[in-house]
Nanobody, 115 residues
């Protein structure tokens, strides 16, 4: 079992920046993928960005060039730096951990971007 603790998020004006952090603990596999997804009411949860243990990153088209995902393997932490935020980025953001053995989600953190 892997537990995820998220931090960051909050309220920001359009054009501003926020930083989300997620730390994993528990039975962590040496080979895993961590990332961020988001979900707004009435919509399906969607991928924002993921990063594998080889540091290969994958981004949704809507955030490319604005968001950057990175990871600190010794600390089992993944960070999402969000710049040039738009009102449509408003959502609950969830951290995700996946490996061959398990899949875990964080509790979610609210990001609100005002126009």
């Amino acid at each position: 079992q892997v537990q995820l603790v998220e931090s960051g998020g909050g309220l920001v004006q359009a054009g501003g920046s926020l930083r989300l952090s997620c730390t994993a603990s528990g039975s962590i596999s040496t080979s895993n993928t961590m990332g961020w997804y988001r979900q707004t009411p009435g919509k399906q949860r969607e991928l924002v960005a993921t990063i594998g243990d080889g540091d290969r990153a994958n981004y949704a088209d809507s955030v490319k060039g604005r968001f950057t995902i990175s990871r600190d393997n010794p600390k089992n932490t993944v960070v999402l730096q969000m710049n040039s935020l738009k009102p449509e980025d408003t959502s609950v953001y969830y951290c995700r951990y996946s490996s061959y053995w398990s899949l875990s989600w964080g509790q979610g953190t609210q990001v609100t971007v005002s126009s």
